[in-house]
């Protein structure tokens, strides 16, 4: 039995996954990326094995993804995180979908085919409205634990709607929001409304959505809302965060026979 | 052997203050547009430099220019407001875009010259009235240009300013043409240098070196692998460090549609009786820029002519933020070559552009053309 990395290095946070060839996923760990991205991409690399009882030399071919993709010296390919989501999302609905994919500092848009083809993509411009940045600022500004969010925002009854540009702005609306006495859970599920709304505008969604990255993970509020605003049936992949790190180890399996 | 050109680019103001002190008398125009008339400006033995940006982030055109207008034409004037371009002796912008002309007016009330001239370049450029307009608007200016340098452009000066513009021309369209080979002799940042630096130096100077360097060019290798064959179509465009970065990860740039690039020399004046007649309709038929492409729009198939000459694979599309009239185009360009099978990038460029974000951009794209490697 062969066995196979990815590692997708995010600007938030750092994932690895080990798979074998049956594709089949034995280990996976999260951390921070911080201010060290080789380290952190060790770090979670030797946690996956350790989930997965290998060793370094058990495995075959390491991909790295995510924007900090080539701080992990080991990779024997790089490839970039539209491919690596698209590829990890279809593993589980291979079919026509459009996959959407907050991430800490990156929004994407991914049109696929039903052979797995991407035909376009979209990414978010220079401004970080609607990522997982955002919200962390908004919980920061809110004094509230990021943790704690999705929970008070499905205590929400009250359909409050922001605008959906600029984290600052958002943060001022806000303080008006609590100015006036509007409760922090209908606040909060109106910040996820905004992100769904972002996403909205950036592209049409067609086909099947899947959801992926650490954002709708721990907030799956968010899927719930895009589903509300959409009218469509969000679906949701198992471990929706990494996506990419399975994408990555799944994209290099056909390769482990050029290496022998 | 490319070399050169990027030292002109690099080294742009030094060269035109050189060429001044070389030049007794000689005087320095810096223009904003490429619709300017550089054929009367040769025949008045006034080098005409064309203002750009520097791309480098400033704060001195706030109070100047609205900050929903270009950074394109934000930066030009930051330059002015710096005193990069404290040689010129006039300025000049024929008619396009609002926004740049804000950088001209902005600059005329500004920064202290002694000359700068407004030439109402007619935007229906498919109306029949277009032609006389633009001709006599060029009578007008050569008498301007005369009364400024005091001596009158005779029919025989204008030919040669006709002469130095159109041999220029026609050396570097041969020079981009070396480019329609498999293996490309040149690489896209060279190219770029080599088209932005043709509106810095003396257009005689630069035919002379582009002469000698196209005789060596066909035989030329570069040690490196084409990769994918790339596009670039958007307004002015001398963002080298985005074109080295796209280069750097498996593809080439073999042709453009910049105002910067192919639409500044794609054509030449054709010589007749009435050389201002001539001229006027040189700049008429150009490739258009999108200010003057209407009521028909006839860019579309200029460039799909040119993606099926220089056998493009895929087109980058960019877009300076705010820049109104290249945004209208942007959905039928996209359209054609989608209906034609090549592959677009959208990018919004800006002073500086997000390399580390344009650069996952840029990869996703070339993987999704090279896929069967990936699904």
């Known amino acids: 039995m062969r066995y196979f990395a990815g590692i997708d290095i995010g600007a938030s946070t750092t994932k690895s996954v080990v798979i074998n060839e049956s594709k089949e996923i034995l280990g996976r760990h999260v951390v921070k990326s911080g201010a060290d991205l080789p380290a952190a991409a060790q770090v979670t690399y030797q946690q996956a094995l350790r989930e997965a009882g290998l060793q370094p030399r058990d495995i075959h071919l390491i991909a790295t993804t995510g924007f900090g993709r080539h701080n992990f010296p080991g990779a024997q390919r790089t490839i970039t995180e539209i491919s690596c989501h698209t590829r990890g999302a279809f593993h589980y609905f291979p079919r026509p979908i459009t996959i959407v994919d907050i991430g800490g500092q990156d929004n994407k848009v991914i049109h696929v085919d039903g052979t797995g083809r991407i035909i376009n993509f979209k990414m978010n411009r220079k401004c970080a409205a609607g990522t997982g940045t955002f919200i962390e600022e908004i919980a920061y500004k809110m004094d509230l634990p990021l943790g704690e969010l999705n929970r008070l925002a499905k205590e929400s009854v009250k359909d409050l709607r922001l605008g959906i540009y600029c984290t600052v702005f958002r943060a001022t609306e806000i303080l008006t929001k609590i100015r006036i006495g509007e409760k922090k859970e209908d606040i909060v599920r109106g910040v996820f409304c905004s992100v769904a709304q972002r996403i909205i505008e950036m592209d049409p969604l067609e086909g099947d959505v899947v959801m992926t990255g650490g954002v709708v993970a721990h907030n799956e509020i968010i899927a719930e809302l895009l589903g509300l605003l959409t009218n469509k049936k969000i679906l949701l992949p198992p471990e929706p965060q990494i996506i990419g790190a399975l994408g990555a180890a799944l994209i290099v399996i056909p390769y482990a026979e050029e290496k022998v | 052997m490319m070399e050169i050109f990027q030292e002109w680019y690099d080294h742009r103001h030094e060269y035109a203050k050189h060429w001044k002190k070389k030049n007794k008398n000689g005087k320095v125009m810096g223009y904003f547009c490429t619709y300017v008339p ?108 005369e009364d400024w340098t005091g001596q009158k452009i005779t029919e025989q000066k204008l030919d040669e300013g006709i002469e130095v513009m159109n041999k220029n021309r026609r050396v570097l369209k041969q020079m981009y043409e070396t480019r329609k080979a498999e293996q490309p002799p040149m690489t896209g940042l060279e190219a770029m240098y080599l088209a932005v630096s043709d509106q810095m130096i003396d257009k005689n100077e630069h035919t002379q070196v582009m002469e000698t360097i196209l005789k060596k060019l066909p035989g030329r290798k570069l040690e490196r692998s084409t990769g994918t064959r790339l596009m670039i179509i958007g307004s002015e465009d001398d963002d080298t460090a985005f074109i080295k970065m796209v280069e750097s990860v498996g593809a080439t740039f073999v042709v453009d549609d910049h105002c910067t690039g192919t639409r500044y020399f794609w054509n030449e004046v054709k010589p007749a009786q009435d050389r201002l007649q001539a001229i006027a309709d040189r700049y008429i038929d150009r490739p258009a820029c999108p200010t003057k492409d209407w009521m028909n729009r006839t860019r579309i198939n200029h460039i799909f002519r040119l993606a099926k000459d220089y056998n493009v694979q895929g087109a980058i599309i960019i877009q300076q933020k705010f820049c109104d009239p290249h945004e209208l185009d942007i959905p039928a360009i996209q359209q054609m070559f989608k ?36 699904f």
Not at chain 2, 71 to 84: I, M, S, Y
């Open chain 2, 38 to 145: 550089e054929e009367i400006l040769y025949a008045a033995d006034i080098l005409p430099v064309r203002i750009l940006g520097s791309h480098e982030p400033q704060d001195v055109t706030e109070p100047h220019i609205f900050g929903m207008y270009c950074p394109f034409c934000r930066d030009c004037l930051a330059q002015g407001l710096k005193g990069r371009y404290d040689y010129l002796d006039g300025i000049m912008i024929s008619q396009s875009c609002l926004h740049i002309r804000q950088a001209f007016t902005s600059w005329q009330i500004h920064i202290p010259i002694s000359y700068s001239y407004y030439l109402p370049m007619p935007h229906n450029l498919q109306s029949k009235h277009a032609r006389p307009y633009l001709r006599n608007e060029l009578a007008v200016f050569k008498k301007s240009i």
């Open chain 2, 339 to 374: 209906e034609n099978n090549i592959p677009t990038l959208f990018l919004e460029f800006d002073v500086t552009v997000p390399i580390g974000q344009f650069k996952t951009r840029v990869e996703a794209f070339l993987e999704i053309m090279q896929e069967e490697d990936l």
